[in-house]
């Protein structure tokens, strides 16, 4: 029997020139529009597996751009919010934080991004206009509940996912499917620690919620930096209302900062 020929088996391949082929203008319209139908196809296909699978596709901003964007705010009565020298650092300060950026750390005084803020000052310098602001920051968002609020919502019984107030407030929040920004636990930043009742009832059981919530917090180990507050009360205040013990916790659990200057109100 005779050998078959190898080069019988090879695939060869023919290029066709089609550069001489005249399109009519229907023709050239009608290709254009299959081209750009499939490039769209093709687009939302990605887009939608990117929005499945990608968690943190949002930039973060730098410090310098949320500082930009912080004079831009308004505050009550509808008045921008204003750097001045006695808050100039503080900014500075709270727009590295909220940006992730390292070179917030600083183990001498103590400040770390592992830790949360604890923003305190008198009266109407700013302290909520700048936490209302930074909330909603792709780096690390977080939920603003007064503790008046909260004390309020125990007192009543409030419940939320069958949990009550003390319950709710003692654990992360579970961000919703819809969250814009891919994370998937929130932190919590108690405003106006300190202006809730010392001891709030419920059913007759006196408690001091707050006291209850940040110990909760600690004891369950959740990471630091999903714990904040803001507070009118100094560290002397902070120590009479709740004692020795809730006072360290702050410390370890939080950066405290210091917000000066006088009222904006």
């Excluded at 939302?44 to 929005?51: G, L, T």
């Excluded at 973060?60 to 008045?79: K, S, W």
């Excluded at 013990?245 to 370890?252: A, V």
């Amino acid at each position: 029997m005779g050998k078959l020929d190898p080069s019988l088996l090879e695939t060869k391949t023919t290029t066709i020139d089609y550069s001489d082929e005249v399109l009519t203008e229907e023709e050239t319209k009608e290709a254009l529009r299959v081209a750009r139908e499939k490039k769209a196809l093709q687009r939302a296909k990605e887009e939608y597996w990117d929005k499945i699978t990608n968690t943190n596709r949002w930039k973060i901003p730098n410090a310098v751009e949320l500082r930009a964007g912080l004079l831009q705010t308004t505050g009550a009565g509808g008045l921008p919010y204003k750097i001045t020298e006695s808050n100039d650092s503080v900014v500075n300060m709270l727009c590295l934080y909220f940006a992730g950026d390292a070179s917030f750390n600083d183990a001498e005084e103590g400040f770390s991004l592992s830790k949360g803020i604890l923003l305190r000052g008198p009266v109407g310098v700013g302290k909520t206009h700048l936490m209302n602001y930074f909330h909603t920051n792709p780096y690390a968002s977080f939920t603003i509940p007064t503790c008046k609020d909260i004390a309020e919502k125990f007192r009543t019984n409030w419940t939320k996912d069958e949990s009550s107030a003390l319950e709710y407030y003692s654990r992360a929040v579970v961000a919703s499917a819809g969250h814009k920004y891919g994370q998937e636990l929130l932190g919590t930043c108690f405003g106006d620690l300190g202006a809730e009742s010392e001891s709030t009832k419920n059913y007759g059981n006196s408690r001091n919620v707050m006291e209850e919530i940040v110990f909760n917090r600690y004891e369950a180990k959740l990471p630091f930096y999903l714990t904040h507050f803001t507070t009118n009360l100094d560290a002397k205040s902070l120590k009479e209302k709740y004692g020795e013990r809730f006072t360290d916790r702050l410390r370890e659990m939080c950066n405290v900062i210091t917000l000066k200057g006088t009222s904006f109100r």
